[in-house]
């Protein structure tokens, strides 16, 4: 009876219908609820454009002006949705093009499918036009990859890739299909892939970790949590809310991890790491249990490992069981989505206020305030600075915007400044770095949650990296605010070069184009501030733009992000100027 | 924290899949880690490939590059053990001018007190095969060299461990 069972139950489910590979990759993609991808036709991935062409109204494909843009654009669209981002291009060059948005997304944890064309099966290893052993290039830098030869490998490759791409630690895949596969037909059907056995997306949380960190929070007198993006990822905003107001712990943020507590709540402490809140950094070598969720230590955090909360107990709540001991050896790991973890152990967890502790927070932001926030933010000097740009938009946004940063100063000012009342508003290139990151990223948000302001802040330097994407941001009518704090330096490396390399300023000086005027070649409102005075009306113009509008500010030429903590020195050795 | 530099053996149970050995070797690429060999084959489960890899490193690192192994999706289960917690073997073959076993009965001795074993011979050439423990391949090749060897190879190590390893219960949990 029951081999009845199964034989019917096997007729019932799988309707296929004959239908091409090229077609299958597209009615894949719906299956998994795909209505944006990002990418840039070519050769090998014609036959799968083709099918987007019939199914345009299921999915919106957006032509970006390189396929580095559509991956950054992907990117920004599944760091603000929660979502899987779809790039997809062609063999060889559209390929390698997608490279460092794949790294970008692997280091920074960010789910991402793309799916590449590759060269007709026959020809693979001879050196055909436009291949690349992209599975091989890809393989550092994606959680996983695979190439496919044989239509019928379409759907399950691809059910795998948006299961792995989301579960667990998430990250980038990458299916390579080759052109004959596309062409092929054969019977498909599509079943969403939720188990791989070799694989354990969200570890068992090892017994009685919970209770070792409930003892360890319980008897400490300066409790320090350091929370990451495995927040935002596991969406444990609320629970972690409810943590750390419950045992009245400070808690301070990486850059990926911000906004997943409103920059206003009295309890968040500010930003770690290398231009960091003061606070956090030089506390965090007093503290005696330091409490680290969904982050990984990352050099830009930690400082000079050897002298990082030594003093200290270090729970670690982690989804990543490789993350455990890499950096910081930890007493406790509690293993774990941090949604569970942290819902777990709150009944374990006693009411507390440790209100002499939070005085020291509140005393060294007092310092950080007098010699470095106020002249950021109320500048008397000449010269614009950024940290006011970021005050104005915060006074407009009122701490609702979505900020998306490229990689540098102005990053380091937004991340510190910016006020975010909402979670996903921090759209940052943290682990890799990449400038030219954030204006094809801040696309992605935008379009992902139009409803939302979505603010894109880039410097001179790597807004020029990426600029074609005023293009995709003209034909897609993406209402992106787009704002270039432009310093005419690498103000970054120039920082570096004024304070450890004698002021020998090599190649970071910037000569550059009329940015209004490029702006307003993609036909996008545009204008250039130089002068205090305007300032805030321009703000107030482009947040009240209906459509895309660019925003040049010119800020002060040498101007230098601190605190700092300098490379390789602890944390607690931040200065101040 | 050791900095004390050990021979490891990392056996890594997989799915059989186009690509793994490129991930995994890329693992020790990052960290500027030399192989110093390296074996795949069936493992005792059908379908579940195994690989076999000798590192010299310490054991804070190896820690390390297991949790990294085993982060990837087809690596069921990884492991490491030091030379004292496994059994290995390793295999030689030398390609030896025939002519020699006549000249220099010196090397009749040699292969009987090796317990090497004899392949093939013909009037050119006879293939000496020997398997055993890094050290003992070593030293015949020491003792052959000195006659000369016109091809000698040398396998990575295979090995088992005198520890269980649960290979069949986890995927058996990981099936349910």
């Known amino acids: 009876m029951e081999t009845q069972t199964i034989t019917k139950k096997e007729i019932v489910t799988k309707v296929t219908e004959r239908i091409s590979g090229s077609e299958a990759i597209v009615r ?86 793309c799916i590449t064309g590759q060269v007709a099966s026959h020809l693979l290893g001879s050196d055909a036009f436009q291949e690349t052993d992209i599975v091989g290039i890809s393989t550092p830098v994606t959680k996983w990859n695979c190439q496919v030869t044989r239509a019928a490998d379409i759907p ?19 299916v390579d299909i080759t052109k004959d596969a596309q062409f092929e ?56 809310k409810a943590l750390v107001e419950k045992a009245g712990i400070p ?67 982690e989804i990543d069981p490789a993350e455990v001991d890499k950096n910081v050896k930890t007493d406790v790991a509690v293993l774990g989505d941090a949604k569970a973890t942290l819902a777990a152990i709150l009944p374990l967890i006693n009411e507390n206020s440790h209100p002499e502790w939070h005085q020291q927070f509140k005393d060294l932001y007092e310092i950080e305030y007098e010699k470095v ?33 490229d990689v540098g100063q102005h990053q380091m000012i937004a991340c510190r400044y910016a006020e975010f009342n909402k979670t996903k508003s921090n759209i ?35 807004y020029q990296m990426t600029i074609q994407e005023l293009g995709t941001i003209f034909q897609q009518k993406a209402a992106v605010k787009i704002v270039v704090l432009n310093n005419d330096f690498l103000g970054m490396v120039r920082q570096w070069q004024q304070l450890f390399f004698e002021k020998r300023y090599a190649s970071t000086e910037m000569v550059n184009p009329n940015f209004v005027a490029i702006a307003e070649g993609y036909y996008i409102k545009a204008k250039k501030v130089t002068k205090r005075e305007e300032l805030a009306g321009a703000v107030k113009e482009m947040m009240e733009s209906k459509e895309a509008y660019f925003l040049e500010v010119c800020v002060e030429k040498e101007g230098n992000v601190f605190p700092m903590v300098p490379s390789g020195a602890s944390v607690s050795q931040i200065r101040l100027e | 924290m050791s900095t004390e530099k050990n021979l490891y053996t990392i056996s890594v149970y997989t799915e059989n899949n186009i690509g793994l050995l490129n991930r995994i070797s890329a693992i020790f690429q990052r960290r500027h880690i030399n192989i110093e060999s390296l074996n795949i084959s069936p493992s005792e489960i059908e379908g579940v490939a195994k690989f076999t890899i000798v590192v010299k490193m310490t054991e804070v690192n190896v820690k390390k ?7 990837q999706v087809e690596v069921i289960k990884a492991y490491f053990h030091n030379e004292e917690e496994t059994i290995y073997q390793v295999s030689g073959l030398f390609k030896i001018k025939s002519e020699l076993l006549f000249e220099e009965p010196q090397i009749q001795n040699i292969i009987k007190d090796s317990h090497a074993r004899i392949v093939t011979v013909n009037t050119a050439f006879f293939v000496l095969e020997k398997s055993g423990r890094k ?32 290979i069949s219960a986890l995927l058996e949990a990981y099936n349910n």
């Open chain 1, 251 to 317: 808690a301070a943020w990486t850059i990926l991890g911000a906004s997943a507590l409103p920059t206003s709540h009295p309890l968040n402490v500010g930003m770690l790491g290398m231009h960091g809140n003061y606070a956090p950094n030089v506390l965090t070598n007093q503290c005696d249990v330091l409490i680290a969720i969904g982050m990984r230590f990352d050099d830009r955090v930690t400082g000079k490992l050897e002298e990082y909360a030594t003093q200290a107990k270090v729970i670690h709540f």
């Open chain 1, 373 to 405: 926030i106020k002249g950021d933010l109320h500048p008397t000097k000449e010269g614009l600075t950024m940290g006011e740009v970021i005050k104005e938009i915060n006074i407009q946004s009122k701490g609702d915007a979505a900020i998306v940063t």
């Open chain 2, 135 to 166: 050290e003992e391949i070593v030293q015949l090749y020491n003792q052959l060299s000195v006659f000369g060897i016109m091809q000698y190879t040398r396998s990575g190590h295979i090995s088992v461990t005198k520890e269980e390893m649960k």
């Open chain 1, 428 to 462: 940052t290139s943290g682990g890799l770095g990449t400038m030219g990151f954030g204006l094809p990223a801040a696309i992605g948000a935008k379009m992902a949650a139009p409803e939302r302001e979505v603010v894109s802040i880039s410097g001179d330097g790597g």
């Open chain 1, 156 to 174: 399950i490759a691809l059910a795998k890739a948006f299961y792995i791409a989301k579960s667990g630690r998430p990250g980038p895949v990458l």
């Open chain 2, 65 to 71: 590059i297991i949790g990294q192994i085993e982060k």
């Open chain 1, 28 to 113: 894949c993609l719906i299956a998994e609820d795909v209505k944006i991808i990002y990418g840039y036709p070519g050769g090998a991935i014609m036959p799968v454009y083709d099918e987007l062409y019939k199914y345009q109204d299921k999915i919106h494909h957006v032509l970006a002006r390189h396929e580095q843009g559509a991956t950054h654009a992907a990117q920004g669209f599944a760091r603000i949705s929660g979502k899987v981002g779809v790039a997809i291009a062609t063999s060889g060059p559209g390929a390698t093009n997608l490279i460092t948005g794949i790294a970008d997304a692997q280091i920074d944890s960010t789910p991402m499918v």
């Open chain 1, 185 to 240: 037909e054969f019977d498909f059907s599509y079943e969403k892939c939720t188990k791989i056995r070799s694989y354990v997306p969200i570890p068992k949380t090892v017994a009685g970790t919970l209770e070792a960190a409930a003892k360890l929070i319980n008897a400490a007198k300066k409790p320090l949590i350091v929370w990451g993006q495995g927040i935002v990822l596991s969406q444990a905003e609320e629970q972690f």
